[in-house]
């Protein structure tokens, strides 16, 4: 099984950047699908970004396109998510996801433990 660990949140004024990173465990990480998701408070957990496995296909939220790029390594068994010109309305718990089937529409099989993001206004 595929251990996710998220790290990189905190707290950033609006229009400021943070990046993400998620680390994994496993052997099989280069054969998976992975993604980031978000729960702002008070709402459901909401897609954000997915990469595929080879990193030469990603998908964003609309609401995220634009200001947010996702990437991986491979070899660091890594998966970024680098996020510009925040917004108040980014502020949300971010969870790494392992995923089957298509980027377009992910069937999420793990999620990390999350990691928290305030965008201060």
């Known amino acids: 099984q595929v251990q996710l660990v998220e790290s990189g949140g905190g707290l950033v004024q609006a229009g400021g950047s943070l990046r993400l990173s998620c680390a994994a465990s496993g052997r099989t990480f280069s054969n998976y699908a992975m993604g980031w998701f978000r729960q702002p408070p008070g709402k459901d957990r909401e897609f954000v970004a997915a990469i595929s496995w080879s990193g030469g296909n990603t998908n964003y939220a609309d609401s995220v396109k634009g200001r947010f790029t996702i990437s991986r390594d491979n070899a660091k068994l890594t998966v970024y998510l680098e996020m510009n010109s925040l917004k108040f309305e980014d502020t949300a718990v971010y969870y790494c996801?392992?995923?089957?089937?298509?980027?377009?529409?992910?069937?999420?099989?793990?999620w990390g433990q999350g990691t928290q993001v305030t965008v201060s206004s």
């Open positions: 996801t392992l995923i089957l089937g298509t980027i377009v529409e992910p069937t999420v099989v793990q």
